[in-house]
């Protein structure tokens, strides 16, 4: 409350234009790499593995280790 009135409305979204560009990229590497991991687990896992829901779940998790690991030092350069 008081930001909104010493700087005005406007100044709660000054870091949003940073934001959008870190995020951005991060949903694409994201939903691009789940994308890309499924497709290979369909490919070489479904017949050995019946249960679609392992696969997905385990995509999931692929991806999330290769965002952490892109992402991460990015954060920290923008936390510091």
């Known amino acids: ?3 909104v009135r010493s700087e005005g409305l406007l100044s709660l979204y000054r870091g949003l234009p940073m934001v959008l560009c ?3 990229p991060r949903g694409w590497l994201k939903f691009g790499t ?7 687990a369909y490919e070489h896992v479904q017949p050995y593995l019946a249960n679609a829901t392992v696969i997905h779940a385990l995509c ?3 991806t999330g280790i290769i965002d952490g ?6 954060e920290m350069i923008k936390v510091r």
């Open 34 to 40: 789940n994308y890309s991991i499924q497709h290979i």
């Open 22 to 24: 870190m995020q951005a």
């Open 69 to 74: 690991i892109i992402v991460s030092p990015f």
């Open 1 to 3: 409350v008081n930001i």
């Open 60 to 62: 999931g998790f692929t």
